[in-house]
T-cell receptor
Framework: QKEVEQNSGPLSVPEGAIASLNCTYS??????FFWYRQYSGKSPELIMF????GDKEDGRFTAQLNKASQYVSLLIRDSQPSDSATYLC??????????FGQGTELSVKP | DTGVSQDPRHKITKRGQNVTFRCDPI?????LYWYRQTLGQGPEFLTY????????KSRLLSDRFSAERPKGSFSTLEIQRTEQGDSAMYLC????????????FGPGTRLTVL
């Protein structure tokens, strides 16, 4: 059974700083990785996905993969108060279902 | 708005009652997933459909839970004889199966069992 682990936080960073969120996964054969953002009381929305062949940058967000250590990180540059949310890491399982970590709560202080 | 809708958005029920939730996926999406999320946890997979066929059910899905997707369009999730432990957010997501990059989540149904 695949597992995904995240530090539940909360992680607090000042506005404008870099927020670094990490996720470890158990299945060395995992090929793709997803980062979802979830605001309180709302459903998850996809912000980044990467494949095992490389890192990805999209605006202020960068997803990095360390296959040797089996962890994925999400960096948020120039953090804004609107980035305050829970960030969920997920890997796909059989049939495309998503296996989520417990999420890391991020708080960006003005 | 992702285009996936769920109804109702909130449901409060008494223990022992039956409840049914509905999910309307994006029309061309042929895969539909149900997840359950409790406070402080990530969503947990419950079941999924490819068109009208239910292809997998999680061990989390006890006999009190049943899901259907008639005609491969909307889906319903029914919980019989609800228990307080069923209180959670029930999320539905859909995807066009040849595009595996993004599952589109509905707004969820929050169930409270008193």
């Amino acid at each position: 059974q695949k597992e995904v682990e995240q530090n539940s936080g909360p992680l607090s960073v000042p506005e404008g700083a870099i927020a670094s969120l990490n996720c470890t996964y158990s299945d060395r054969g995992s090929q793709s990785f997803f980062w979802y953002r979830q605001y309180s009381g709302k459903s998850p929305e996809l912000i980044m996905f990467i494949y095992s062949n490389g890192d990805k940058e999209d605006g202020r967000f960068t997803a990095q993969l360390n296959k040797a250590s089996q962890y994925v990180s999400l960096l948020i540059r120039d953090s804004q108060p609107s980035d305050s949310a829970t960030y969920l890491c997920a890997v796909p399982g059989q049939g495309g279902k998503l296996i989520f970590g417990q999420g890391t709560e991020l708080s960006v202080k003005p | 708005d992702t285009g996936v809708s769920q109804d109702p958005r909130h449901k409060i029920t008494k223990r022992g009652q039956n409840v049914t939730f509905r999910c309307d996926p994006i029309s061309e999406h042929n895969r539909l997933y149900w997840y359950r999320q409790t406070l402080g946890q990530g969503p947990e997979f419950l079941t999924y459909f490819q068109n009208e066929a239910q292809l997998e059910k999680s061990r989390l899905l006890s006999d009190r839970f049943s899901a259907e997707r008639p005609k491969g369009s909307f889906s319903t999730l029914e919980i019989q004889r609800t228990e307080q432990g069923d209180s959670a957010m029930y999320l539905c997501a859909s995807i066009l199966s040849r595009d595996s990059n993004e599952q589109f989540f509905g707004p969820g149904t929050r169930l409270t069992v008193l």
